[in-house]
Structure formats: C-alpha cells, structure tokens
C-alpha cells in the first residue's frame, strides 16, 4: 500500500546506525523482546515492480535474519509463549515472535521451510473472507484497474472524476488516488460493492489477486497441522473496524472465531486488527478484542516490547519486516528500540 513516510524513516534508521546511536541504545530502550509482522515471503513475486512490493520479503533475507537474531541472543517464542514471557517481564531473556497476516500462499511453500530449518514458529492470522471470496485483497484490485486503462472515470462526491494513468509516475498517482477515495471517502460496509463495479467496467477481475496469492483453505488446513503454526484471527472481512458501526465491529471481531473453528477445527486464541494504524484501531477496537476473549491483539504501531505491556495485551505493537526495509542493518536498528520512540512521539510502551 501506499506510504510516503518510508524516506523520512529510512533516514532515521540511517542516522541512528550512522552515529552509533543504535547499539549505545539498547540496553536503555530495547526492551524485553519484540513482534514482528510479515506479509508475503517469496522468491518470485509476481510483480516485482509493484507499488505494493514492500508487502514481499525474500526467503533467503527470512533466513539471514532469523541467524542473525538467534546469533544476537534472541530466542524465538510461539504467541502464547510471548503472552506468558510479556507477564512475566520478560525475565525469562529477550524473545521475539513471527507473524504473517492475511493468510498468502507463500507462507505455506517459501516461508515454512526456511522456519523448519531453524525451528521457528510463527502465528498467521487469517480473515475467512479473503479465502471465501466475501472480501477483496483490493489493493492489489486497485492496481490491476489501473494498469489496465490510460484513464479512469471517478463517481466522487464532487462528481465525476477523470483521472489519468498514462505514464509510469501517472499510475502511481492513480494508485495513491483510488486508495485514498476507497477509504476515507467510500463506506467501508460499500467498498467492495464500488471497488467490484470499477473492476467490471474496466475488464479487470477482482477475484485474480485472492485466488493467486491467498491459500485456499485446503492450504490452511495444511500449514494450521503444522507444530510451528498457529492460526489467529484477522477478523471476517479484513475490515477497517474503526470505520465500522459498533455492532458490525463487534460481529467482524466475534463471529470470525467460530468461522475458523467450523473450516479449522481450532478456536483462535490471537487476533490482529487490520491494518492496525491509528485510523484504523483505537481504544473501542481494543476493547472488542478483549471482549471477544482473545488473549493477545496487534497492532500495526511500529515498537519493540516492553514489561509494560502487560497491561496492554490486547493492543501490541509490531516491527514491520518489509521490503522496504530489507537489510540486516536496518532490522538490528528497529530491534534496538532507538526508534520506537521516534515513531511514536516519545512513547516507549507503545498501544494506540
């Protein structure tokens, strides 16, 4: 997805390694462990030239950095173990987990192996809705409409909306458009309705993204037998909940566990909330999360671990392993905890 913030923190990360400020760091404001997030894990992604590339990481850095934290002294914890470690503050030494959100394809064929050879588990959080059919990975949609026109006509509030997409640089414009129209202008209950009708008008099948990159749930069956795997709860539909009623929130955080209890035969214990920024997650969010009985919830806030998290179990913070940030050093940096603070505002425990 679109993110205009990457230079600005790629130039922190740059400062804080540059000036040694990292390593000097650490023991101060590393904390007691960290979570960490991935998406798609492959060798070969489809479009390696896509806006939303940053999503792929490859095996092969999967591999150099699990050796490089086990050699930095990290022990590697499943979500449950995590939860019980942050409870206990960590006394047991610094840990870290794996997580992977949105259930794709290449978790189960590229990422398990590489976690098998160094027996690393990993919780991977599913939204039945995205293997049904019920929801959309709508911004991959959202690429492949653009990609297929030199312009595209927009039904905005203000009327239509011509807009072009004839260069390179155009399409990207377009792209960060689409996206911002879809979620602060369009009711998330009506996204997929909209986003379907502009996939049909320009010949584009919204369905491709999901059934080629998403297992299905023969595939999650599979990976859910895993002893590494834990399966969690993405909600029903990937939905932004705070854009959602309390009511239809309340059900996408609730329901989703019997969903994947009847297709899985296991009641998720771990949830993670979409997208899981500020203007998609906050205190009500938080507390759907531990009505619904789940024992941990995360979030997408960029921040190590800390003791004081113990108190905010349903509202975790994450370290993006991304595309973006694809180097050793750059991971050894976030993990020093030098820049939670920074992205945070000067919070060190962070929540929402």
Same mark, same amino acid.
């Given at each position: ?86 409870k206990a503050g960590g006394s047991g030494g610094r840990f870290a987990t794996i997580t992977a959100d949105d259930a794709y394809r290449d978790n189960l064929t590229e990422a398990l192996p590489v976690l098998e050879r160094h027996g690393v588990p990993i919780a991977i959080y599913v939204a039945p809705g995205l ?31 011509l807009i072009d997409c004839t260069t390179q640089a155009r399409k990207h414009q377009a792209i960060a458009r689409l996206h911002a129209w879809l979620t602060t202008e369009v009711r998330e209950e009506d996204l997929r309705t909209v986003l379907r009708d502009l996939a049909r008008s320009n010949g584009v099948d ?58 899985? !035969?296991?009641?998720?214990?771990? +949830? #993670?909330?979409?997208? *899981? $920024?500020? =203007? /998609? &997650? !906050?205190?009500?969010?938080?507390? +759907? #999360?531990?009505?619904? *009985? $789940?024992? =941990? /919830? &995360? ?54």
């Amino acid at each position: 997805m679109i993110d205009g913030g990457e230079a600005i923190r790629k130039l922190a990360l740059n400062v804080a390694r540059y000036t040694g400020l990292a390593p000097l760091a650490r023991p101060f404001v590393g904390g007691i462990g960290a979570i960490l997030m991935l998406h798609r894990v492959t060798a070969t992604p489809e479009k390696p030239d896509s806006v939303n590339r940053h999503l792929n990481i490859a095996p092969g850095f999967l591999d150099a950095m699990i050796a490089d934290m086990k050699a930095g002294g990290y022990a590697f914890v499943s979500m449950d173990e995590a939860v019980e470690r942050i409870k206990a503050g960590g006394s047991g030494g610094r840990f870290a987990t794996i997580t992977a959100d949105d259930a794709y394809r290449d978790n189960l064929t590229e990422a398990l192996p590489v976690l098998e050879r160094h027996g690393v588990p990993i919780a991977i959080y599913v939204a039945p809705g995205l293997i049904d059919g019920t929801a959309d990975l709508w911004w991959d949609v959202v690429e492949d409409i653009v990609n297929a026109r030199d312009h595209l006509t927009l039904t905005t509030s203000a009327g239509p909306t011509l807009i072009d997409c004839t260069t390179q640089a155009r399409k990207h414009q377009a792209i960060a458009r689409l996206h911002a129209w879809l979620t602060t202008e369009v009711r998330e209950e009506d996204l997929r309705t909209v986003l379907r009708d502009l996939a049909r008008s320009n010949g584009v099948d919204a369905d491709a993204p999901r059934l080629r990159t998403l297992m299905n749930w023969d595939e999650i069956r599979t990976i859910a037998a895993h002893p590494l795997v834990t399966i969690g709860a993405h909600t029903i539909n990937h939905s932004n909940l705070k854009r959602l009623s309390e009511a239809d929130a309340r059900h996408e955080t609730n329901a989703v566990k019997d969903m994947l209890q009847a297709r899985l !035969g296991i009641q998720p214990r771990h +949830f #993670a909330y979409p997208y *899981g $920024y500020a =203007s /998609a &997650v !906050g205190c009500r969010e938080v507390g +759907f #999360a531990r009505d619904a *009985g $789940y024992t =941990s /919830a &995360v979030t997408t806030r960029h921040g190590v671990l800390r003791a004081g998290h113990a108190g905010f179990l349903h509202a975790l913070p994450r370290i993006s392993v991304n595309g973006r940030y694809q180097s050793l050093a750059h991971i050894r940096t976030m993990l020093s905890g030098v820049t939670t603070p920074l992205a945070n505002a000067g919070k060190m425990v962070v929540t929402v």
